[in-house]
Structure formats: structure tokens, C-alpha cells
């Protein structure tokens, strides 16, 4: 239930683009060249992730993203390339951490009869006990791998409280004194429901233009990350999509520098709050 290799080089691509150069400036094959010092545990050889492991890079980041509809005008796997390219950046600024391939089969409502976003094309949904299963298994090979970090990041609010259920249930499992913890980081997604938010409506925009779902938030979040996966010629000047449409916002006014600011916030509070992770379970 993890996504196949294809993606990894285009996410890290896209990711160096939003980052500072020098920081990300050579392309994933370059890397790979330079001894597998790609980020992306897809990426590497066996060996090198070993080498790498043993080296001190015992951290690896589990992006969680989803298949769901939002609307007309952003792509069905907005969550999954959200999640791999800012994970790429966490992992890129902590240091010593690797990035697992992106968990893309989510709990999404009820399939039969349809709820929520079930009932619009596309929408992949699968039972919490299925995908908390997913999560543990995935925790468990890292632990036998030598990883003593699994740390859990949900770009979907849906599935925040199953990444806690999974993790509290892996640590008492594992006992306290296993060298291998699982954490489940709300950070990453808490900062997009409130200081991306409020930067947004400091700039002017009301919270019904950003809304919940495909609005203008979600949609400036994708034109900074992945804009391909964001039709915006049909988006200013197609009909406006409504609550009908599986929207709730108004994304006429998406930028990507909008959605920089979010990835911004992104970025730093999870860095932020690893490091205190780290740093409590180190020292």
C-alpha cells in the first residue's frame, strides 16, 4: 500500500525549488551519483541505506497523503505529492533523516453507500483498521532496519488520530526501553488549520475564500508544491465551483506565493518540533 519509485525524482526536483539554493541545487540522478545521498529511501541501494543508517542517519519521516477529490480544478493526488515534496524539505533541513515512500491509501469515509468525498470520482477510501495496519507494519521494518525515529506526518486531517493510535500502540508494544520510538508529528498539518490561515487573512483573504476543502489555501499550497496538478486556466476562468462540486472556498485567487507561505510554516514548525523530539529522546 506504499507508492512505487516513479514519483520520488520528480518530488525531490520540485522540492529544490523551493528551497534556497545551494541547498537542494542537484537533481536526484546527480545525486545518485554522488554515492546515494538522495533523501528518499527509494532511492538509494540497499547498501547505501545501511551505510547510511550506520552513519547516523537513524531519523525517517512516514508522509501520509490520500487519493480524494477537490473539485474541478486540483488534481485527485494533491495530498501524496503535497506530502512527499515537503517531507523531502523536513528531511533536507534536519539532517541525518530519510524520507519512506508516501502512504497514498487512506481512510476516506464509507464507500458503500458513498459518504464525504466518496461520492465524487476518484476517491480512494480504505478501512482505518487497514490503514492503521499499513503504519505499523512500515514502523516495524524501519525498527528492524536500525531506525530509532518513525515519525508520522499526515498532509489529511482525516487520519491525524489514527497516526497517534499507531504510535502510542507501537511504544507500548516496543516497551520503554527499546532504543526505537514512533511519533506521530500534528505539527505539520496543525500550522495549515491556523498560522497559514492567519497569514492569509493578513493579506486580506476571508475565510471564505480560503475555506476547508480546494479553496484558496489548498489550491496556493499546490501551486507552490506541484502547479501541473492545478488547472488554472480553467480556474479563472471556469464556473465557480460550490459545496455540489466537493468545494468549500473560493481558489480564483491561488498564487504560489500564497502557498509558499504555508510550505514555510510547513517546514519550520515540523523541523522545529522534530528537533525537540530528538533532542528529548537524545540528551
Not at 6 to 11: P, S, T, V
Not at 50 to 73: C, D, F, K, M, N
Not at 142 to 155: A, K, L
Not at 240 to 267: F, I, M, Y
Request: charged share 15%.
Amino acid at each position: 500500500m506504499l507508492t512505487g519509485v516513479g514519483h520520488c525524482a520528480g518530488l525531490l526536483v520540485a522540492a529544490a525549488s523551493l528551497l534556497t539554493p545551494p541547498v537542494m541545487a542537484a537533481t536526484s540522478a546527480e545525486r545518485a551519483g554522488q554515492g546515494g545521498a538522495s533523501v528518499m529511501l527509494e532511492e538509494l541501494t540497499s547498501t547505501e541505506l545501511r551505510s547510511r543508517i550506520e552513519h547516523g542517519a537513524t531519523t525517517i519521516l512516514v508522509p501520509i497523503g490520500g487519493v480524494e477529490q477537490s473539485g474541478p480544478y486540483i488534481a485527485l493526488g494533491k495530498h501524496n505529492v503535497r506530502a512527499g515534496i515537503i517531507a523531502a524539505m523536513i528531511a533536507q533541513k534536519l539532517g541525518n533523516t530519510m524520507v519512506a515512500p508516501v502512504v497514498s491509501y487512506v481512510p476516506e469515509g464509507a464507500v458503500t453507500p458513498p459518504a464525504g468525498h466518496m461520492r465524487f470520482s476518484g476517491t480512494i477510501s480504505i478501512p482505518p483498521a487497514a490503514f492503521e495496519a499499513v503504519l505499523e507494519g512500515a514502523a516495524a521494518s524501519f525498527r528492524q532496519h536500525g531506525f530509532r525515529d518513525i515519525i508520522f506526518i499526515g498532509d489529511h486531517g482525516g487520519y491525524q488520530q489514527n497516526e497517534v493510535s499507531v504510535a502510542q500502540k507501537l511504544n507500548r508494544a516496543w516497551g520503554k526501553s527499546d532504543p526505537a520510538r514512533a511519533h506521530a508529528l500534528l505539527d505539520y498539518y496543525d500550522v495549515t488549520q491556523n498560522g497559514f490561515i492567519d497569514d492569509l487573512k493578513k493579506q486580506g483573504y476571508s475565510s471564505a475564500e480560503i475555506g476547508l476543502h480546494a479553496g484558496l489555501g489548498d489550491a496556493s499550497l499546490m501551486l507552490a508544491t506541484a502547479p501541473s496538478m492545478v488547472r488554472v486556466e480553467a480556474m479563472s476562468r471556469g464556473p465557480k465551483p460550490g459545496v455540489a462540486d466537493g468545494v468549500r472556498g473560493d481558489a480564483t485567487r491561488a498564487s504560489a506565493e500564497l502557498g509558499r507561505l504555508g510550505v514555510q510554516r510547513q517546514v519550520e514548525a515540523s523541523v522545529s518540533a522534530i528537533k525537540t523530539i530528538l533532542q528529548e529522546r537524545h540528551h
